[in-house]
């Protein structure tokens, strides 16, 4: 199993431009989620999915969108970037609620100008 | 209110003992205590759980507050691979997994 994985590593992007970070899962996972990681700080959860189809917003969602067409896929989508958008993102899955054990993945680090 | 508390960092020397703490005064009787770490430039990485009484793993014990209120991570022969930051967590909701800060660990050789 390749476990979660995420695609790009790095990421600049300009101010205003979209873009859309991939994650995958191939242990047939229910939970999926998205976090954010700034310099020196905790991880803060963007958006989750509890299973294809249902989504819902984590504690700073404002700038980003996501969907869960599949089990195995939970992109997440930067709809018009900011400098403040500006950190690691680190997607992760666990195979019933967020609270069973979370694989995370490697992460993307993104900058935006 | 979901949060912990842990110290920012700490030390220890090499091939010691470890005792990671973390008050979680508000926590409710069902909820499980996490604890996961984060190794530089990765991904963080489950460590252990519990609810009530002392649990181990090949990775570490935890041992709990009789009244549940702080737990303890105990890392038994620290090795420069465990200098990493060391999240206590507590669920918030049925979906959901808060990170604080952690403590960061740094292991002297």
């Known amino acids: 199993n390749a476990g979660v994985t995420q695609t790009p590593k790095f990421q600049v992007l300009k101010t205003g431009q979209s873009m859309t970070l991939q994650c995958a899962q191939d242990?047939?996972?229910?939970?999926m989620s998205w976090y954010r990681q700034d310099p020196g700080m905790g991880l803060r959860l963007i958006h989750y999915?509890?299973?294809?189809?249902?989504?819902d917003q984590g504690e700073v969602p404002n700038g980003y969108n996501v969907s869960r067409s599949t089990t195995e896929d939970f992109p997440l989508r930067l709809l018009s970037a900011a400098p403040s958008q500006t950190s690691v993102y680190f997607c992760?899955?666990?195979?019933?609620?967020?609270?069973?054990?979370?694989?995370f993945g490697p992460g993307t680090r993104l900058t935006v100008l | 209110d979901a949060k912990t508390t842990q110290p920012n960092s700490m030390e220890s020397n090499e091939e010691e003992p470890v005792h990671l703490p973390c008050n979680h005064s508000?926590?409710?009787?069902?909820?499980?205590i996490h604890w996961y770490r984060q190794l530089p430039s990765q991904g963080p990485e489950y460590v252990i759980h519990?609810?009530?009484s002392n649990v181990n793993n090949r990775m570490a014990s935890l041992a709990i507050a009789e009244d549940r209120k702080s737990s303890t991570l105990i890392l038994h022969r620290a090795t420069l691979r465990d200098a990493a930051v060391y999240y206590c967590?507590?669920?918030?909701?049925?979906?959901?997994?808060?990170f604080g800060t952690g403590t960061r660990l740094t292991i002297i050789p």
């Open positions: 967590i507590r669920p918030f909701g049925n979906e959901k997994l808060t």
């Open positions: 508000t926590i409710s009787g069902t909820d499980y």
């Open positions: 242990m047939n996972h229910e939970y």
């Open positions: 999915s509890v299973g294809a189809g249902i989504t």
């Open positions: 519990g609810l009530t």
């Open positions: 992760a899955s666990s195979e019933g609620q967020g609270t069973d054990t979370q694989y």
